[in-house]
């Protein structure tokens, strides 16, 4: 974005905006499939659903969709909302609202381009796929959009001339585009990469037969701690990161990569893996301890029991309105959704449970609060201002991106509230 001529601090902002509604699927869904189930007392909550003859699979697809229900309707708001940012704070003229009048219609028309094809492969395909289908389809649908100046507005909207910037707009880190003579490739053999992925991931799921092939190579943790007989087990070849070395594997040939370049990926990409891969390597202990706390010699229940008891009693019946934004506290102190989800999910299960509401929309509701909170997550936007060289002015950029993440948080946690109290949603358990 710098390289294109938006200045680095809106580079920033936006990038953040950005991580809210696609976040709860990303990574292949491992917020859902890493951080909602490593999070959920899995053999507890199996045992509930077997006494009304319902199985695990079936409640974590209700919360997926709960998910993607709620999600799809902040979402679709969020790139007129980015608009207003934009056009109030780096905006030449202050008076935005005639500027915003001519994009709404086409600001919509884009984010139902991503919402609609996310909502429905959410609840038909599950966690691994809205966010890739969602932007596959959104991108080409938009593209054509504007090639063709369906909805396009008549009058242009520009930053003022990079000579005008505020100082404290600007990073250290110089950026533009240059033309290299680096091997071009065609538009289909770029994206034929994500179209490969999104087809065996799909195979993977839909294909009865290659699914059991595939669960049948695992990894079995059994009586961990033996006398509490915990047990864990990993499905290697079912596992999306699987799917993902896979393609990446017949990727180097599909675009002809020499070794230097892929000695090169492979050393980006396992930078950052690591970087994540360093705290789930000690949050997911923690809090598997404290999931199952509730097993001690002195009948004490376990630590989100605790928490659970003590928060409904204090909130009551208005507590689902402040769900998501537990979630979000939780990605702003961890810095991911993912391990707000771990450390979250079966205290949000309790509480609801104790409410007599539903344990799988409370945990919805976590989740998308945790996406929320990435826009404010300190560890993300140190990581954002550190690449356009904004370090340590990171306050500008939360005194921003928090206007969005309180919209996210209040239009979610009214939309719980309808659910359970208008609509009279139930759920599973």
């Given at each position: 974005m710098?390289?294109?001529?938006?200045?680095?601090?809106?580079?920033?902002?936006?990038g953040?905006?950005?991580q809210s509604?696609?976040v709860?699927?990303?990574?292949?869904?491992?917020?859902?499939?890493?951080?909602?189930?490593?999070?959920?007392?899995?053999?507890?909550?199996?045992?509930q659903?077997n006494?009304?003859?319902?199985?695990w699979?079936?409640?974590?697809?209700?919360?997926v969709s709960?998910?993607a229900?709620?999600?799809?309707?902040?979402?679709?708001?969020m790139?007129?909302l980015?608009?207003?940012?934009?056009?109030h704070?780096?905006g030449?003229?202050?008076?935005?609202?005639n500027d915003i009048?001519?994009?709404?219609?086409f600001?919509?028309?884009s984010?139902?381009?991503?919402?609609?094809?996310y909502?429905?492969?959410?609840i038909?395909?599950?966690?691994?796929?809205?966010?890739?289908?969602?932007?596959?389809f959104?991108?080409?649908?938009?593209?054509?959009?504007?090639k063709?100046?369906?909805?396009?507005?008549?009058?242009?909207?520009?930053f003022?001339?990079?000579?005008?910037?505020?100082?404290?707009?600007?990073?250290?880190?110089?950026?533009?585009l240059?033309?290299?003579?680096?091997?071009?490739?065609?538009s289909?053999?770029?994206w034929?990469?994500y179209?490969?992925?999104?087809?065996?991931?799909?195979?993977s799921?839909?294909?009865d037969?290659l699914n059991?092939?595939?669960?049948?190579?695992?990894?079995n943790?059994?009586?961990?701690?033996?006398?509490?007989?915990?047990?864990?087990?990993?499905?290697?070849?079912?596992?999306?990161g699987?799917v993902?070395?896979?393609v990446?594997?017949?990727?180097?040939f599909i675009h002809?990569?020499?070794?230097r370049?892929?000695?090169?990926?492979?050393?980006?990409?396992?930078?950052?893996?690591?970087?994540?891969?360093?705290?789930?390597?000690?949050?997911?202990p923690?809090v598997?301890?404290?999931i199952n706390?509730g097993?001690?010699?002195?009948?004490?229940?376990s630590?989100?029991?605790?928490?659970?008891?003590?928060?409904?009693?204090?909130?009551?019946?208005?507590?689902?309105?402040?769900?998501?934004?537990?979630?979000?506290i939780?990605?702003?102190?961890?810095g991911s959704?993912?391990?707000?989800?771990?450390?979250?999910?079966?205290?949000?299960f309790?509480?609801?449970?104790?409410l007599?509401?539903?344990?799988a929309?409370?945990v919805?509701?976590q989740s998308?609060?945790?996406?929320?909170?990435n826009m404010?997550a300190?560890?993300?936007?140190?990581?954002?201002?550190?690449?356009?060289?904004?370090l340590g002015?990171?306050?500008?950029t939360?005194?921003?991106?928090?206007?969005?993440?309180i919209y996210?948080?209040?239009?979610?946690?009214l939309?719980?509230?309808?659910?359970?109290y208008?609509?009279?949603?139930?759920?599973?358990?």
């Amino acid at each position: 974005m710098v390289a294109v001529g938006f200045p680095p601090l809106s580079a920033v902002v936006f990038g953040m905006m950005i991580q809210s509604t696609p976040v709860s699927f990303g990574a292949v869904g491992t917020p859902m499939l890493v951080g909602v189930q490593g999070g959920l007392n899995k053999e507890l909550i199996t045992n509930q659903l077997n006494k009304i003859d319902l199985e695990w699979e079936y409640f974590f697809r209700v919360i997926v969709s709960d998910v993607a229900v709620i999600h799809a309707i902040c979402g679709t708001f969020m790139p007129v909302l980015l608009i207003m940012i934009m056009i109030h704070f780096f905006g030449a003229k202050k008076n935005w609202i005639n500027d915003i009048v001519t994009i709404f219609p086409f600001a919509i028309f884009s984010a139902l381009c991503f919402t609609v094809p996310y909502l429905i492969t959410a609840i038909f395909l599950g966690p691994e796929f809205p966010s890739i289908f969602g932007g596959l389809f959104g991108m080409a649908t938009v593209t054509l959009a504007v090639k063709y100046n369906f909805l396009v507005p008549k009058d242009i909207w520009e930053f003022e001339e990079s000579s005008k910037w505020p100082k404290h707009w600007l990073g250290n880190v110089n950026m533009e585009l240059k033309n290299n003579n680096k091997k071009k490739i065609g538009s289909f053999v770029s994206w034929f990469p994500y179209i490969l992925l999104a087809f065996f991931l799909i195979l993977s799921r839909t294909n009865d037969n290659l699914n059991k092939f595939l669960k049948s190579v695992n990894i079995n943790f059994l009586n961990i701690l033996e006398e509490e007989k915990i047990n864990a087990v990993f499905h290697f070849l079912y596992s999306p990161g699987s799917v993902l070395l896979f393609v990446s594997s017949i990727t180097f040939f599909i675009h002809k990569m020499n070794f230097r370049q892929i000695n090169l990926a492979f050393r980006d990409s396992t930078k950052i893996i690591f970087g994540a891969g360093f705290v789930l390597l000690f949050t997911v202990p923690l809090v598997r301890i404290m999931i199952n706390s509730g097993i001690n010699y002195n009948d004490f229940v376990s630590m989100p029991v605790a928490m659970a008891k003590g928060v409904s009693n204090t909130m009551g019946n208005v507590y689902p309105f402040f769900a998501p934004t537990i979630g979000a506290i939780g990605a702003f102190l961890a810095g991911s959704n993912t391990v707000s989800n771990l450390m979250l999910s079966q205290f949000q299960f309790e509480t609801a449970i104790i409410l007599e509401l539903s344990g799988a929309l409370m945990v919805a509701a976590q989740s998308v609060g945790a996406a929320a909170g990435n826009m404010i997550a300190i560890h993300n936007v140190v990581a954002a201002s550190a690449t356009v060289g904004l370090l340590g002015r990171e306050g500008m950029t939360l005194r921003i991106t928090i206007l969005p993440t309180i919209y996210y948080l209040l239009f979610s946690g009214l939309i719980v509230l309808c659910l359970i109290y208008i609509f009279g949603f139930k759920g599973p358990l």
